[in-house]
């Protein structure tokens, strides 16, 4: 069972100031709380003290939800309990399946209520559109989960399209209520900015200025990076490092190559995505730790994986990690297509044996949070006296197609069990324990880059 945030309390719900002010009203807030706890009225109240992070979130699903009434949290960019509750609430109200997550369908709802709403608020100057914040009881954001552990300065970037009206910003703080200390509550406080690129562009030195000095600085960018995208150059430049999660590029294998020139360039990155493939890495290498089993290793020459159709990010991920242990240097990549979106790899070990890999993105009724999740993987040999054969699959999928692909050899046969929770916001505040650069991730995704480079190859 998934751990339950803190309960929350809000010290200030999200209010609309000028750019200018942001620093002033959360001065403000902290000044009252400091020292309110003397007479047992309320608990004294700390701000954030460890580290900054910056959420550019180019969905508005949220926003939308808050204008229309549905969500009552901070403007963070970071989906929780509280937005899933506002999104089953939504879709409950409009007649639309209720999942609780935020799909093509529901964000066009929500424009079209919003549309409604400002068309009548014009007409009547008694009507309003702006929100009714209060603490939302049905559950404490992600967020919050993140300040109970590190209390954060959290400033989330929302681009939104029109003409360019300059930047508008809030400011809100929320506390969870520790059960180890209830007379000092420790604060996550957060800082909304809102506007078109350029001016998100213009405001970017105003985001450099209110940054926690001397403490770590991260970015998570909820899109495929940019490395030409002045923004992005910008946030990037003054953070400690940029966080993705690869499997919302639209584009794997570009995405992977702007990735990778990231990465070349000396920006540390983190990508959440990796964070998933850490039970099939580790059943994989465990499958060879058997002294009799090591040298079989060597015999290994087709490799299949199958993932759920939609975003191959985690095979690639993956097969870039296998090739990088085993010294495979990939030659070709063919993109075949198909029912199952099939994707042939082949590569030349030390030794000059021709390895072949094959992708195949399978069809499901029904996606999980993550796209593109690995299903099944099989390491075959062509050598019939070769003692190398493994299967893993996970638990929502068979193992019937790997199984009779396996040939005459006897094939070790092992069940993956995935992540507790693979949803992004979660690994997140795992990633936020570590700073350090993951060796082991940059050398997998510069072979990952090379595959994903002769595929461009092969297309001219």
Same mark, same amino acid.
């Given at each position: 069972m998934a751990k339950q945030s803190s309960p929350v309390v809000s010290l200030q719900a999200p209010k609309d100031v000028s750019l200018s002010e942001i620093d002033g009203e959360l001065g403000k807030i902290w000044q009252s709380y400091s020292a309110t706890g003397d007479d047992g009225s309320f608990p004294v109240a700390t701000r954030a003290a460890t580290f900054s992070l910056i959420v550019y979130e180019p969905e508005e699903t949220q926003h939308l939800l808050a204008d229309l009434g549905f969500y009552t949290g901070p403007?963070?960019?970071?989906?929780?309990?509280?937005?899933?509750?506002?999104?089953?609430?939504?879709?409950?109200?409009?007649?639309?399946?209720?999942?609780?997550?935020?799909?093509?369908?529901?964000?066009?709802?929500?424009?079209?209520?919003?549309?409604?709403?400002?068309?009548v608020a014009a007409s009547d100057e008694s009507s309003s559109v702006s929100p009714s914040y209060a603490r939302d009881a049905r559950g404490a954001g992600v967020a919050d989960a993140i300040a109970s552990q590190n209390p954060c300065r959290i400033i989330a970037l929302f681009p939104v399209s029109g003409e360019d009206e300059g930047v508008t910003a /809030? %400011?809100?703080?929320?506390?969870?209520?520790?059960?180890?200390?209830?007379?000092?509550?420790?604060?996550?406080?957060?800082?909304?900015?809102?506007? +078109?690129?350029?001016?998100?562009?213009?405001?970017?030195?105003?985001?450099?200025?209110?940054?926690?000095?001397?403490?770590?600085?991260?970015?998570?960018?909820?899109?495929?990076?940019?490395?030409? /995208?002045?923004?992005?150059?910008?946030?990037?430049?003054?953070?400690?490092?940029?966080?993705?999660?690869?499997?919302?590029?639209?584009?794997?294998?570009?995405?992977l190559l702007k990735v990778q020139s990231l990465?070349?360039?000396?920006?540390?990155?983190?990508?959440?995505?990796?964070?998933?493939?850490?039970?099939?890495?580790?059943?994989?290498?465990?499958?060879?730790?058997?002294?009799?089993?090591?040298?079989?290793?060597?015999?290994?020459?087709? %490799?299949?994986?199958?993932?759920?159709?939609?975003? &191959?990010?985690?095979?690639?991920?993956?097969?870039?990690?296998?090739?990088?242990?085993?010294?495979?240097?990939?030659?070709?990549?063919?993109?075949?297509?198909?029912?199952?979106?099939?994707?042939?790899?082949?590569? %030349?070990?030390?030794?000059?044996?021709?390895?072949?890999?094959?992708?195949?993105?399978? &069809?499901?009724?029904?996606?999980?949070?993550?796209?593109?999740?690995?299903?099944?993987?099989?390491? +075959?040999?062509?050598?019939?006296?070769?003692d190398c054969c493994t299967v893993l699959c996970s638990e929502t999928s068979g193992c019937m197609r790997m199984e009779s692909g396996g040939g005459a050899q006897s094939c070790r046969i092992q069940q993956v069990s995935s992540l507790l929770d693979q949803k992004a916001e979660n690994l997140l505040s795992q990633q936020l324990q570590s700073w350090g650069r993951d060796a082991l991730y940059e050398e997998s995704l510069a072979v990952s880059a090379q595959i994903a480079k002769l595929r461009d190859h092969s297309a001219e």
């Open positions: 403007i963070d960019g970071i989906t929780g309990p509280r937005m899933e509750a506002a999104l089953r609430t939504a879709q409950e109200t409009y007649g639309l399946p209720i999942t609780g997550k935020a799909t093509s369908e529901i964000l066009q709802k929500l424009q079209e209520e919003l549309t409604k709403k400002r068309t /809030q %400011v809100s703080a929320y506390c969870p209520v520790q059960k180890q200390s209830r007379s000092t509550l420790i604060c996550c406080e957060y800082i909304t900015l809102r506007g +078109t690129e350029t001016a998100l562009d213009r405001a970017s030195s105003l985001v450099s200025s209110l940054l926690i000095g001397d403490l770590p600085k991260f970015l998570w960018w909820k899109a495929t990076p940019e490395p030409n /995208q002045a923004l992005f150059r910008q946030l990037a430049g003054f953070s400690t490092c940029v966080i993705v999660d690869s499997s919302t590029f639209l584009e794997a294998e570009t995405g990465l070349e360039q000396g920006t540390h990155v983190a990508d959440l995505n990796w964070r998933r493939l850490a039970p099939w890495q580790e059943l994989t290498a465990e499958a060879f730790d058997p002294p009799e089993r090591r040298a079989a290793l060597t015999e290994v020459d087709r %490799v299949t994986i199958d993932y759920e159709q939609g975003n &191959p990010t985690q095979a690639l991920m993956f097969l870039g990690w296998l090739a990088s242990r085993l010294q495979w240097h990939p030659v070709s990549y063919e993109y075949e297509g198909g029912d199952y979106d099939l994707r042939r790899v082949r590569f %030349v070990a030390a030794d000059q044996r021709p390895i072949e890999a094959e992708l195949a993105g399978m &069809p499901t009724a029904d996606y999980g949070d993550v796209g593109g999740d690995l299903m099944a993987l099989r390491l +075959t040999s062509t050598n019939p006296n070769a």
